[in-house]
């Protein structure tokens, strides 16, 4: 009588690998589309063609597809969800990186010297949560008028607290570590201390910090172009064009659906690498308090 092998367990990945698969699919699928369509000749996404507007997905017209059908005005949709894909990256990457900089430098010194310079920062901080991000870029934008510098200089200017406070508090903790003191009692300054060991340890939690940050601005600028205060005409954005897409929603319901889409699979592949990366050392309690402050 012959005796059957046991079956061999079949291997499942683990959640967290579940979440990076997803998160990395959906990113290179977006980030293809926004670097790849762009390069296509003949794909305008400025020429308009009031005859073939409205056309639905899949449409030829004289020889070329469509592949996400025309607006309203007969413009080629795939073609502006990429243009906007890249103002809305290019935005979102430099009021990160202002946001980075101006966050950590001023974590940093509050975190190092402390004392009444500490105060004044985190009083800063602490004012600057008290009133709604949106709500200061809405007003400043409406006085100012609305445009990409005013837009990523704002955007960044409102978002240095989440890092100023990481900062500060990790800082707190290596200022007091073994190789910062031993530095100090060697002779050295506190502007070498910071660039040599302080910095290099926090800076990576940073941009970890910096791929969730991302995500938000991107949000806030759909959510500003959308009430008309984000970029402005002609250019595309996905805010704008969901704007635009909501009076057809109807007949003609991807033109609004399709930019959401877009939105959601570029922020949710940030927001899944974030978590994932984000280590655990920063799974505290300020820092949860930070990401819920909005």
């Known amino acids: 009588m012959s005796v059957q092998p046991a079956p061999r367990p079949r291997w499942r990945p683990p959640l967290g690998s579940w979440s990076m698969l997803f998160a990395a699919v959906i990113l290179s699928l977006i980030l293809a589309v926004i670097a790849l369509v762009p390069l296509l000749p003949g794909y305008d996404p400025y020429q308009q063609d009031i005859f073939n507007s409205l056309l639905r997905p899949g449409s030829v017209v004289d020889g070329r597809i469509h592949w996400l059908g025309t607006d309203f005005l007969g413009r080629d949709l795939l073609s502006r969800i990429a243009l906007a894909g890249r103002v809305t990256l290019l935005i979102g990457l430099s009021a990160v990186s202002l946001s980075l900089v101006v966050g950590v430098m001023l974590g940093l010194i509050a975190g190092y010297f402390r004392g009444p310079?500490?105060?004044?920062?985190?009083?800063?901080?602490?004012?600057?949560?008290?009133?709604?991000?949106?709500?200061?870029?809405?007003?400043?934008?409406?006085?100012?008028?609305?445009?990409?510098?005013?837009?990523?200089?704002?955007?960044?200017?409102?978002?240095?607290?989440?890092?100023?406070?990481?900062?500060?508090?990790?800082?707190?903790?290596?200022?007091?570590?073994?190789?910062?003191?031993?530095?100090?009692?060697?002779?050295?300054?506190?502007?070498?201390?910071?660039?040599?060991?302080?910095?290099?340890?926090?800076?990576?939690?940073?941009?970890?910090?910096?791929?969730?940050?991302l995500g938000q601005i991107i949000v806030i600028e759909a959510a500003l172009s959308y009430l008309g205060l984000g970029v402005q005409p002609p250019v595309p954005s996905w805010g704008r064009m969901i704007s635009e897409g909501q009076d057809f929603l109807q007949i003609e319901p991807w033109l609004a659906i399709l930019p959401g889409l877009a939105i959601f699979m570029l922020v949710a592949g940030t927001q899944f690498l974030s978590q994932r990366f984000t280590p655990e050392g920063m799974q505290d309690a300020d820092l949860t308090a930070l990401r819920k402050r909005r």
């Open 117 to 213: 310079l500490e105060n004044v920062i985190m009083g800063l901080a602490d004012l600057q949560l008290s009133v709604p991000r949106i709500l200061v870029v809405i007003a400043v934008t409406a006085v100012l008028g609305p445009n990409l510098v005013t837009l990523t200089v704002l955007l960044g200017l409102t978002s240095w607290v989440t890092y100023g406070r990481v900062a500060r508090a990790m800082t707190l903790s290596l200022r007091e570590r073994e190789f910062v003191l031993s530095a100090t009692t060697q002779g050295a300054s506190s502007a070498w201390n910071i660039r040599r060991h302080i910095l290099p340890n926090v800076l990576p939690q940073m941009l970890i910090l910096g791929s969730y940050e």
